[in-house]
Every structure is written in structure tokens, then in C-alpha cells.
């Protein structure tokens, strides 16, 4: 029986981190609980995440200062030369790393979570800077052979990735100009991931008051009050309009303030 080609095509989703960068695409697939795979690349570098029902449940990649032994050696979990056998013995085969270290009683389940959530979010908010590459998301269940599933908060992983951003220009710029109102979608906000300042900042957001104004009268510094209001944009929570004939302007970086220019 021949199978139906239309039936056996990966259903999958292909985006610009130029364009759409990636805590946006985190935060989509979070907000719809979708399984899948996520393969980033820019350049050399190339990582993989792993998502079930709105959450990260494992991430890898070859890059040396993101790979597993990396953050067992970092938290003192295992000498280098303990890492590096075990690594040899991952040659030719198809077993992870964690697998390895399991078996041979070298680490502990709880370690191994740890330094493996460390991973993840080095993984991820390292790629949160990257300015051009792309993301490919293949929808579906996925059991690579993961040694422990971590089970973290896509929505938590965003938010504290995008306060540790430097990219803040390019995240502002989804907002649209300066002159851009900011208006809330009534999504509620979640209670654990924001602050009391981050919350009056949200209670700022009226649907009238322009994007720049926002930013420099918020309770954080203005870098900061951008970061916050991109992370309510990534999450649903408040929606951008462009004022009826108000011509766009892009944002850009003057003394590690926000300015625009033509």
C-alpha cells in the first residue's frame, strides 16, 4: 500500500529570527501548548528544544560553551576528565549524554535535572540575542531518548530571558514607533512572573498613552520598561496600534537609552 504524500508531509512551521525574534515564536507556542521540536541555527551554531504541553522538557546542542558536561563541570557535579569519557562513549551511538552518566551511577537524577535546566536557558537566552538565522518548529510528539524530562514554564523561560536581553532595539521595534499605542488584549496576567513594578507599568498601558511615554515615565529605567512591555507583548497580554497618520520611525540606541531616527 502506497502512502498518501500529502498525509506523510511534516507539518512544521519556518521563521526569520530577523524578523520574528525568538521569544515571540517561544511565546506563541506556548500560549497554543503545541508538542514539538524546535531547530534554531545562525551561522555555525545550531540548537535544539523540545516542547509538550506548554512546556520545555529538553534541549540540546554540540556548541561547546552550551552542551550538558559543560554545566556538570561548571556546578562542580563532575571532573572534566569524568565528562570527557563519558563523552567518548557516546561515539557511534545513539544514546544521550545524560543516558551515560545515569548509567554509570556517575550523577544522580536531581543533579542531572539541574545542570540540564541550566542548559535550557543558556541554550535559549543566549539565542534571544541573536539578530538573523532561522527557527523551525516541527509540530508533533518527540521522544529522543531524553534521560529526565524537565517540564519548565515556556512563559517563564520568555520572560526572564527577555529581561536579560541587550537586544532592547530590536524588541521595541515589534512595538512599532515611538508613537505607537500600546492597549490590553484582556488576557489576565499570570500572578507568578511579574513584579510589583512590572504589574504598575501593566496598569500604565490604557490604550492612549504613546509607546515612548510608557517607557520613560514606567517605573524601571527605560531600557527596562521596554524589555517589560515586549514580554507583555510576547504573552498576549497587550497589542500595538499605529495612530492614523503618524509616520513611522525606527528606533535606535543613544548612550544605552532609547531614541528614534528617520
Known amino acids: ?26 511565546a506563541t507556542i506556548g500560549r497554543y501548548r503545541v508538542p514539538g521540536m524546535l531547530e534554531l541555527s545562525s ?61 554509570l551511577e556517575l550523577v544522580d537524577r536531581p543533579t542531572l535535572k539541574a545542570a540540564m535546566a541550566d542548559q535550557v536557558r543558556a541554550i535559549l537566552w543566549g539565542a534571544f540575542e ?42 521595541v521595534d515589534r512595538l512599532g514607533s515611538g508613537q505607537s499605542v500600546l492597549e490590553r488584549t484582556g488576557t489576565p496576567a499570570p500572578a507568578d512572573l511579574f513584579g510589583a513594578e512590572e504589574a504598575r507599568l501593566l496598569d ?18 527605560e531600557k527596562e520598561n521596554a524589555r517589560t512591555l515586549y514580554a507583555f507583548f510576547c504573552l498576549d497580554l497587550v497589542r500595538s496600534r499605529e495612530p492614523a497618520g503618524v509616520r513611522k520611525l525606527q528606533w535606535k540606541t543613544d548612550g544605552g537609552a532609547l531614541a528614534q531616527g528617520e
Open 130 to 171: 541573536w539578530d538573523r538565522g532561522e527557527a523551525v518548529f516541527e509540530i508533533g510528539p518527540r521522544h529522543d531518548g531524553h534521560a529526565v524530562r524537565l517540564d519548565l514554564s515556556i512563559a517563564q523561560l520568555t520572560v526572564e530571558g527577555v529581561r536579560r536581553t541587550q537586544s532592547v532595539r530590536r524588541f
Open 43 to 103: 551561522g555555525t551554531r545550531a540548537r535544539c528544544v523540545y516542547f509538550d504541553g506548554g512546556t520545555v522538557i529538553f534541549a540540546s546542542s554540540a556548541e561547546p560553551e552550551v552542551r550538558l558536561g559543560t554545566f556538570l563541570i561548571r556546578q562542580g557535579a563532575l571532573p572534566e576528565d569524568a565528562v570527557s569519557s563519558a563523552e567518548e562513549r557516546l561515539a557511534g551511538d545513539s544514546v544521550r549524554l545524560g543516558q551515560v552518566l545515569l548509567r
Open 1 to 26: 500500500m502506497v502512502g498518501n504524500p500529502e498525509m506523510e508531509k511534516k507539518f512544521e512551521y519556518r521563521g526569520d529570527l530577523g524578523v520574528t525574534p525568538l521569544p515571540g515564536i517561544l
Open 204 to 221: 500604565l498601558v490604557d490604550g492612549r498613552t504613546p509607546l515612548k511615554v510608557l517607557c520613560q515615565s514606567g517605573p524601571g529605567s
